[in-house]
């Protein structure tokens, strides 16, 4: 902790998202940008659920989390690990639960599909959504 933090806007800024990125590198499941909002006020730390949502959004443009879109259309984030490869993910619907999984069938799909329908630069997603073994 710095004393005198009385920066500019900026610099406020990047300390609130390093506050939600350390929360974050402590949790494995997916959360809503309300639960991480709930969680950090918990904490004693006194977000904004606006700024905790711009934080958020701006950790996931910059590849320091996830996001993925639930069954339910809520948007989810999660810290994955700091030298990410490309992965993908099964989710418990009700807890949250995630683990990173890779799938080489998935890669290989894609990479036909590209060479079949003529498409360079692809890109794809696949999230498994159900129930872990402990919700099940
Ligand atoms: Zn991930
Ligand atoms: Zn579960
Ligand atoms: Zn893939």
Same mark, same amino acid.
């Not at 934080?55 to 948007?75: N, T």
């Not at 060479?115 to 794809?124: D, I, N, P, S």
């Given at each position: ?21 350390? +929360?974050?590198?402590?949790?494995? @499941?997916?959360?809503?940008?309300? =639960?991480? #909002? ?5 904490? %004693?730390?006194?977000? %904004?659920? !606006?700024?905790?949502? @711009?934080?958020?959004?701006?950790? $996931?443009? *910059? %590849? #320091? ?8 259309? =809520? ?10 490869? #490309?992965?993908? +993910? ?15 069938? $998935?890669?290989?799909? !894609? ?9 360079? *630069?692809?890109? +794809? ?12």
């Amino acid at each position: 902790m710095t004393t005198g933090s009385r920066g500019p806007e900026k610099r406020r800024n990047s300390s609130r998202r390093n506050l939600i990125l350390e +929360h974050l590198q402590g949790v494995d @499941r997916f959360l809503s940008s309300q =639960e991480i #909002h709930k969680q950090m006020k918990s904490r %004693g730390e006194s977000l %904004g659920l !606006a700024t905790v949502y @711009r934080q958020l959004e701006i950790l $996931v443009d *910059e %590849g #320091h989390l996830d996001s993925i879109v639930s069954p339910q259309g =809520e948007k989810l984030f999660r810290h994955c690990g700091v030298d990410e490869s #490309h992965h993908h +993910h099964i989710i418990c619907r009700k807890c949250g639960m995630t683990r990173q999984i890779e799938i080489s069938e $998935v890669e290989e799909m !894609a990479e036909l599909a590209a060479k079949r329908y003529k498409f360079t *630069e692809v890109t +794809h997603n696949l999230e498994i959504f159900g129930l872990c073994e402990k919700c099940s």
